[in-house]
């Protein structure tokens, strides 16, 4: 089994809740859990979690540097 599988089959960590999740979606080059994704969605704006959300969604823009 390849790595790529592997990390499929166990699960990735959320860019949002930090945690080993199976189930999300894949935004560029970060994954974001099912979970969150259903908690930013219903999150009014004016909710203190959804600047929590907003900080954690900008990770989306960092880029990775490979050595």
Not at 7 to 16: L, Y
Not at 29 to 44: A, G, M, S, W, Y
Request: neutral net charge; charged residues 25%.
């Amino acid at each position: 089994m390849d790595q790529s599988t592997a990390s499929h089959s166990i699960g990735e960590t959320c860019i949002v809740c930090e945690q080993l999740k199976k189930q999300g979606i894949r935004i560029y080059t970060k994954f974001l859990c099912i979970d969150c994704e259903r908690e930013i969605v219903q999150t009014d704006v004016h909710d203190p979690r959804y600047q929590f959300y907003l900080q954690q969604l900008r990770k989306i823009m960092n880029r990775e540097i490979y050595s």
